[in-house]
């Protein structure tokens, strides 16, 4: 579709236009086949608090697959504080195993997202992380804070943190400050870190969240690691965190889902952005 067919003269959008896109959000909960009720309670809780904790989202079999798959790459400690001194993280994880896939296609995050971003918006990072005993507590922070626009705002990403173990008080469960995504900008040395509360959670949960939510890792005081998993999103005209024309293979990406493959950027933000050669880039995968 052209320019001109998706928008007025005017350059508002075209009324046939808006109505597909309400059309699709009332149907994401269907198309994903999940509860449109607890989706609509799932984000009436992030715009009240920036977070919400999803208890038991995935089972003890696929945590197990991710921790096997994932344990061999786990070698080489943080370099810097954010990354963490004592943190073990492996990035480019799809190229590595395909075990974290099912978290980030996830049927019920997707709906999320379908309701917070605009249509074929993108992974932004995955990560597996082993935070080790006596690691510190991470620096605060909101994830779209590299984006250099102005707060308050609405979030250009979201994210989910899964615990792959029970998160605790004690081994360094994320702190959320509650409310803070409503903030202007504000110097993360004036922030009350006693305000802030753990996301203790069993493992197979997760807490979702929005990029302008103030959190952080918390301490590991307990003497065991702490095994977790983030998938951030963020909007489809905005850049990723990872590269992941240059992270993933195309082999690989051939390998994943619809749906991931069009999260790593094989998908357009209607109608410009986004093309090779003039043409969808989700082409690639099948020529």
């Not at 992030?46 to 945590?63: A, N, R």
């Amino acid at each position: 579709m052209s320019r001109r067919a998706y928008t007025n003269e005017d350059g508002t959008v075209r009324a046939e236009i808006v109505a597909e896109q309400e059309a699709r959000l009332a149907a994401s909960a269907q198309t994903h086949g999940v509860d449109a009720e607890h989706v609509e309670s799932l984000l009436a809780a992030v715009e009240e608090d920036g977070y919400v904790i999803i208890p038991k989202l995935i089972s003890d079999e696929l945590i197990e697959a991710i921790k096997r798959e994932a344990g061999p790459f786990l070698s080489f400690e943080g370099r810097t504080e954010f990354e963490g001194y004592k943190t073990r993280r492996i990035y480019s994880v799809i190229e590595k195993t395909l075990a974290c896939n099912p978290l980030v296609d996830h049927p019920l995050v997707l709906a999320l997202l379908d309701r917070l971003f605009m249509p074929n918006y993108l992974l932004s990072q995955l990560q597996v992380i082993e935070v080790m005993p006596g690691e510190v507590r991470q620096p605060l922070h909101h994830d779209d804070g590299f984006y250099p626009l102005a707060r308050p705002r609405k979030p250009i990403g979201a994210a989910l943190i899964w615990a792959l173990d029970d998160f605790t008080a004690d081994n360094g469960a994320t702190l959320v400050y509650p409310k803070s995504h409503r903030w202007g900008d504000v110097p993360s040395g004036e922030i009350d870190v006693s305000q802030m509360v753990p996301a203790v959670m069993p493992a197979g949960s997760a807490v979702f969240f929005v990029g302008t939510l103030w959190h952080c890792a918390g301490p590991n005081r307990s003497e065991r690691s702490r095994w977790a998993a983030t998938t951030q999103y963020c909007e489809p005209w905005a850049r990723q965190q990872e590269n992941y024309c240059l992270a993933i293979s195309r082999e690989r990406a051939k390998q994943c889902s619809e749906e991931i493959q069009s999260l790593l950027g094989y998908s357009m933000q209607f109608p410009f952005i986004g093309f090779v050669d003039g043409r969808d880039p989700k082409r690639l995968l099948r020529d």
